[in-house]
């Protein structure tokens, strides 16, 4: 149990769109979820922690403009980078709080971002 | 605030011999403390946790941590290294008094076990 999933598993766009990618526990309801990024070879930084039903926490120096965060349901987050640019390629991970009772949290597979 | 330091980028064991990663953590509260690994281009998979009881804590695929209180540390260890192990592990910990609240990573330790 406790399966957090992510979609898509990797994407290449051209630079100026915009690029959508969802977090889903798929066996758990999830009140809140968290959102990181990950540069080669480096460690996890967390972007922003999403609550269902309001609006996203968002680290200092991550534009929340830029990334947009919805939680609408207990069960999915979408983070949305708006105008990509290059400098945006990275690998993108969620994680879900886990259930009652449970301290770990679960982590999406991640989605691979590359900007052209 | 919480922090969590690897001193180690790389370490390198043979197959067979034990092996240690190193962590060592700060958190203003309780710690909570945590081991992830990570393979190429996966997320991260959950190995064990220390929240209370036992300091010595068993996990998945054999490894183990050990928390101790006075020297912030909580040495993440595997009696016999596979090639398998070779992977990216990370430390986490967060402030178990302060409720729903993000993991703080470490910079991770790359584990390679040379057959």
């Known amino acids: 149990g406790a399966v957090v999933s992510q979609h898509p598993s990797w994407v290449i766009c051209k630079s100026g769109t915009s690029v959508k990618i969802e977090c889903r526990s798929l066996?758990?309801?999830?009140?809140?979820m968290f959102w990181y990024r990950q540069f080669p070879k480096q460690s996890l930084m967390l972007m922003a922690t999403?609550?269902?039903?309001?609006?996203?926490?968002?680290e200092q120096g991550v534009e929340k403009d830029k990334f947009l965060i919805n939680h609408a349901s207990l069960t999915l987050s979408t983070l949305t980078v708006t105008s990509a640019h290059p400098e945006d390629s990275s690998f993108y991970i969620c994680?879900?709080?886990?259930?009652?009772?449970?301290?770990?949290?679960?982590f999406g597979p991640g989605t691979r971002l590359t900007v052209l | 605030a919480q922090s969590v330091a690897q001193p180690e980028d790389q370490v390198n064991v043979a197959e067979g011999n034990p092996l240690t990663v190193k962590c060592t953590y700060s958190?203003?509260?309780?710690?909570?403390l945590f081991w992830y690994v990570q393979y190429p281009n996966r997320g991260l998979q959950f190995l064990l946790k220390?929240?209370?009881?036992?300091?010595l804590v068993k996990g998945s695929y054999g490894f183990e941590a050990e928390f101790n209180k006075s020297q912030t540390s909580f040495h993440l260890k595997k009696p016999s290294a596979l090639v398998s192990d070779s992977a990216l592990y990370f430390c986490?910990?967060?402030?178990?008094?302060?409720?729903?609240?993000?993991?703080?990573f470490g910079k991770g330790t790359r584990l390679s076990v040379i057959a």
């Open positions: 066996d758990f309801q999830a009140t809140t």
């Open positions: 986490a910990v967060r402030d178990g008094n302060s409720g729903n609240t993000p993991l703080v």
């Open positions: 994680s879900a709080t886990p259930p009652r009772g449970r301290d770990e949290q679960f």
């Open positions: 220390y929240i209370t009881g036992d300091n």
């Open positions: 958190v203003s509260g309780n710690p909570y």
């Open positions: 999403s609550n269902e039903g309001s609006k996203a926490t968002y």
